[in-house]
């Protein structure tokens, strides 16, 4: 099984922040990378597919980069809407989630 | 607008099987751009991945639950369903049905529409 390392777990920032989060996959897993927005209570909502692709409707602030098996995403300037949890997620072979990284208010 | 609406006993008896389903509405759920799947989410915790099927019947399943799970799909009632056998508490969890899109040949994939989710609390 692929497994997939979030770090770091935790984040604390402040609005107006760049904020970057780092997936590492255990094999090679090609740019077969999404990450997901969580908020409490809430379905997680897809931001970024193929590593990199900008899912329709997410704003530009918004950036994932990588291949093989180090991948990041990048919150530009962090907005008030964006402290939540994070997840990456492997499609290579059959499906693997990160733990998740909390990006917390500073 | 493709909406999901997962559905099923919010409380289930140790030991018993969990069944869940996932009715999509405002869409097909036949189409070679789709998979569709579970995941869940215990309390406090992660995301899991459980299964994935293809309206084919073609499924996928996590090998630390496989021998516990099922997926199945009822293109006729655009329904898809899980079945957990011999639960215990470590099963409590949110549940979520989601689909798994396909863009295009190379273009990748995730799951870019989700349910809204349900709990279901494993207990006596």
């Known amino acids: 099984d692929i497994q997939m390392t979030q770090s770091p777990s935790t984040l604390s920032a402040s609005v107006g922040d760049r904020v970057t989060i780092t997936c590492r996959a255990s094999?090679?897993?090609?740019?077969?990378l999404a990450w997901y927005q969580q908020k409490p209570g809430k379905a997680p909502k897809l931001l970024i597919y193929k590593a990199s692709s900008l899912e329709s409707g997410v704003p530009s602030r918004f950036s994932g980069s990588g291949s093989g098996t180090e991948f990041t995403l990048t919150i530009s300037s962090l907005q008030p809407d964006d402290f939540a949890t994070y997840y990456c997620?492997?499609?290579?072979?059959?499906?693997?989630f990160g733990q998740g990284t909390k990006v917390e208010i500073k | 607008q493709l909406q999901l609406q997962e559905s099923g006993p919010g409380l289930v008896k140790p030991s018993e099987t969990l069944s869940l389903t996932c009715t999509v509405s405002g869409g097909s759920i036949s189409s070679s751009s789709y998979y569709w799947g579970w995941i869940r989410q215990p309390p406090g915790k992660g995301l899991e991945w459980i299964a994935t099927?293809?309206?084919?019947?073609?499924?996928y399943y996590n090998s630390s639950l496989k021998s516990r799970v099922t997926i199945s799909v009822d293109t006729s009632k655009t329904q898809f369903s899980l079945k957990l056998s011999s639960v215990t508490a470590a099963d409590t969890a949110v549940y979520y049905c989601?689909?798994?899109?396909?863009?295009?040949?190379?273009?990748?994939?995730?799951?870019?529409?989700w349910g809204q989710g349900t709990l279901v609390t494993v207990s006596s």
């Open positions: 099927i293809y309206d084919s019947g073609s499924t």
């Open positions: 997620q492997q499609c290579n072979f059959y499906w693997t």
């Open positions: 989601a689909r798994d899109l396909t863009y295009g040949p190379s273009g990748g994939r995730a799951f870019d529409i």
């Open positions: 094999q090679s897993i090609s740019s077969w």
